[in-house]
């Protein structure tokens, strides 16, 4: 469990998203306001920016919570960034990987984060991990299920699946072998936001002076704030937001290990044909 928020938009300051609102992702650590499981994410934090013209995010992730970092503060106050993504964690099982467990976790130009929880886990996805190229195991940054989700979402992306697919295909991957996962993903490649509601609450905000948020909760009252329905694939630019509701079953592929899973993919959520009742995807401008 944890609460995150992800950005594109004009350049910021790290502090003016995350600290100086007044129900920001900094005080969401001790009080969040719309969190159904947990009560504090004092377990670790990470913030992941892009500097102009270096389109690889530099992170920087603590083990223990976000106000007790001191240095925090000043370093927010003069990072600036066109698009972040920032998590504050509560745990579902103790461990020994301290800040490696923090998202967000990274490889290339993308960051990522997964709010929720998997039962049972390891156990329940043991039948996943021999989908995955052994390195891949191997080469987890930390021992939770958070990590291994991301190792998924990363093996599609790597065999060239795209974004809002690979979130969306894991998800139902994970919640097949793992009934009563809560997964809510966040990704971004510094232009883009690609995100799941499942099982926990998300919320967006395209705000009139240009850029979008994505996060677990508002962080101010604004009216602008929209909730994410649960069960959807949300996919957002500076400007627009797309939601497509996230649809089962899922054609079989191969695995994705070596060789890569390369097989036409016949269904994608909103390329479907969808039934007569279905709800439409609703695209929401700036305003």
């Known amino acids: 469990m944890c609460r995150h928020v992800a950005y594109v938009g004009p350049e910021e300051p790290l502090g003016r998203l995350l600290v100086e609102p007044p129900h920001g992702l900094y005080r969401q650590s001790w009080a969040p306001r719309r969190q159904r499981y947990g009560t504090v994410n004092a377990d670790g934090f990470g913030v992941g920016w892009y500097a102009q013209g270096d389109p690889v995010p530099a992170r920087y992730r603590r083990a223990g919570p976000i106000w007790a970092d001191l240095s925090f503060a000043d370093l927010a106050r003069v990072v600036r960034t066109r698009a972040l993504l920032a998590a504050v964690r509560d745990a579902t099982l103790s461990g020994a990987d301290a800040e490696a467990a923090a998202a967000p976790f990274a490889a290339g130009t993308w960051l990522f984060s997964h709010n929720g929880a998997v039962p049972g886990w390891p156990g329940s996805l043991a039948s996943l991990a021999s989908g995955l190229a052994a390195e891949d195991v191997l080469s987890l940054e930390a021992r939770n299920d958070s990590a291994f989700v991301w190792a998924l979402v990363l093996a599609r992306l790597r065999a060239g699946v795209p974004e809002g697919r690979a979130l969306a295909r894991t998800v139902l991957e994970v919640a097949a072998a793992a009934p009563g996962s809560r ?105």
Do not use: C, I, M
């Open 183 to 287: 997964l809510n993903l966040l990704l971004t490649n510094g232009d883009t936001v690609t995100a799941t509601a499942w099982g926990d609450t998300l919320w967006y905000l395209t705000r009139p002076g240009g850029g979008t948020v994505v996060a677990s909760e508002p962080y101010d009252d604004d009216p602008h704030w929209r909730q994410v329905p649960d069960r959807t694939l949300l996919a957002a630019s500076r400007t627009d937001v797309l939601l497509t509701p996230v649809g089962e079953p899922l054609p079989e592929e191969p695995a994705p290990g070596p060789p890569p899973f390369d097989a036409p993919l016949t269904e994608e959520p909103g390329d479907a044909p969808e039934p007569a009742d279905a709800p439409a995807p609703a695209k929401e401008p700036l305003t």
